[in-house]
């Protein structure tokens, strides 16, 4: 038997490089990377897809590959075509981020491999996480008593809130149907399937109308409320939105506030892509009202600029988390928490997970809070510059006035079909490739929008893409 094990072993030697061999994979590593941020100025914020991923479809082999091999292979099938979420010019989708010190927090925290899921098993870790839930629910304006967790994105993290709201409010399965819930047409369409997956699609889900910047209107929320209440059922939960997808309108949250309050409601607030406008005076005006919800979702892989992977979820009383999240299992007995402090497994869906905080807390430490509140209020100010530079040129039909750095928009030709045109446009746009902006329906209509919200997003890269809108839409128009 030990002649079998010895032999496993030496057969298995390969799993572990040499000192030396490691030091070539980073030196490789490192010279792949910044060739690439050294370019990015230059690449394109868009590459049609031109079928080089399919030299991912290969057998995985019994013997190994090369290191630099593989580095090419990279190079041509995944970082190539698609949109590139490095880029300034990527203006489409709430744009990511990518901050270089979150990739160096990323390889440490691979290297060493802490366990952040209990206080037990790494302490600094779970420390430094629960640091940043603490800062986070401070910018929100949260009391002592609130809590939260690191999750992989803001789809999770609404996941999370709803199932605390389903948990604290006790909306049983014998309840769904007479409870009602309250979202509007642009509520992200996860916390829809949120819903879904809590096991409350057959609650009655009340799609709240907007007024005309796309914002919650809150008297006929509360006379949907009335009207539901009448009718003996139970409202129970409300979702606003500190900026949608769509628009990037604020909900009114004050007036939520005090509608769910009245009625002893949950609200809820989804500000995944609008909560670290709170960073910057001129988000904050905007936000007056969030710290008033029961449960706030943030994405610092949008507002906070890190890579993908960064989502957080915030309660004001960190207990409705755990009672929500709480479990009995005696392997778990040694990794209790003692002295009323929670670890991110007792507040969390998941169990092993990786150690998130380390991403986000190196370029905060690093570069320090007061770039992200100018950078923040620059992306704000692009878009109001964006916003008022097509309004004032002829032709252009403008949404509204943007709440944060959303700004939709469409090409009025003077003949043929609008819808048509700024398809076309938006294609256009695609196959220059330079910047990348994305479209939408708004009542019914083919509405382009532009979201800037990247680190990298400057006024030359709104400058180039007004330049390319004005000039195709003559071109096509
Ligand atoms: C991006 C976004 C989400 C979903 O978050 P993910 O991080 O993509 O899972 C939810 N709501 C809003 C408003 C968003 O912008």
Not at 284 to 310: N, T, W
Not at 322 to 349: I, K, V
Request: with cysteine.
């Amino acid at each position: 038997m030990l002649k079998k094990i010895e032999q496993l072993r030496q057969a298995s030697t390969g799993l572990e490089p040499s000192a030396a061999e490691r030091g070539d994979m980073l030196r490789q590593t490192a010279v792949y990377a910044e060739t690439f941020l050294n370019e990015l100025a230059e690449l394109n914020a868009f590459v049609p897809e031109d079928g080089h991923s399919n030299r991912l479809v290969q057998p995985f082999s019994e013997d190994p590959g090369r290191f630099s091999e593989l580095l090419k292979l990279l190079a041509d099938a995944v970082d190539h075509e698609g949109i590139n979420a490095a880029s300034g010019g990527q203006m489409g989708y709430i744009p990511g981020g990518g901050m270089y010190p979150s990739a160096l927090g990323d390889f440490l925290a691979d290297v060493f491999n802490r366990y952040a899921g209990v206080a037990f098993a790494s302490p600094g870790a779970v420390r430094m996480e629960q640091q940043l839930v603490r800062w986070m629910a401070d910018i929100v304006g949260y009391p002592d008593s609130s809590g939260g967790d690191l999750t992989s994105g803001g789809s999770i993290a609404n996941l999370t809130a709803i199932v605390t709201a389903r948990e604290i409010m006790e909306v049983r399965a014998r309840d769904v149907e007479n409870s009602c819930v309250y979202i509007t047409a642009d509520t992200h369409h996860c916390v829809v399937k949120s819903l879904r997956a809590a096991g409350l699609a057959e609650c009655n889900i009340r799609r709240v109308p907007m007024d005309k910047k796309f914002r919650m209107n809150a008297p006929a929320l509360e006379q949907l409320i009335l009207d539901d209440k009448a009718a003996g059922l139970r409202p129970w939960l409300v979702t606003a939105s500190a900026g949608t997808t769509d628009t990037g309108a604020v909900d009114p949250l004050e007036q939520i506030a005090e509608l769910a309050e009245q009625h002893d409601i949950w609200m809820h607030v989804d500000a995944a892509y609008g909560g670290f406008f709170l960073l910057c005076d001129e988000g904050r005006q905007v936000l007056r009202g969030l710290d008033r919800a029961h449960s706030v979702v943030l994405d610092p892989h949008k507002g906070l600029f890190l890579p993908y992977g960064s989502g957080a979820v915030l309660v004001r009383d960190v207990t409705w988390l755990a009672r929500a999240q709480s479990f009995e299992a005696d392997y778990m007995q040694d990794a209790r928490t003692s002295g009323g402090e929670y670890s991110p497994a007792e507040l969390s869906l998941e169990l092993t997970r990786p150690f998130r905080g380390l991403r986000f807390w190196l370029p905060l430490k690093l570069f320090g809070l007061a770039p992200f509140r100018t950078a923040l209020a620059e992306k704000i100010w692009l878009a109001r510059y964006f916003y008022a530079q097509l309004d004032k040129t002829p032709g252009w039909e403008m949404g509204p006035f943007p709440d944060l750095s959303v700004v939709t928009f469409r090409y009025l030709p003077r003949h043929g079909d609008a819808d048509i045109l700024n398809q076309r446009l938006v294609e256009a746009v695609r196959m220059d490739g330079k910047v990348f902006i994305s479209s939408t329906q708004i009542n019914g209509k083919f509405v382009l929008r532009l979201a800037v919200l990247h680190f990298r997003t400057h006024l030359e890269q709104v400058n180039y893409v007004l330049a390319l809108l004005k000039h195709k839409a003559l071109e096509l128009g």
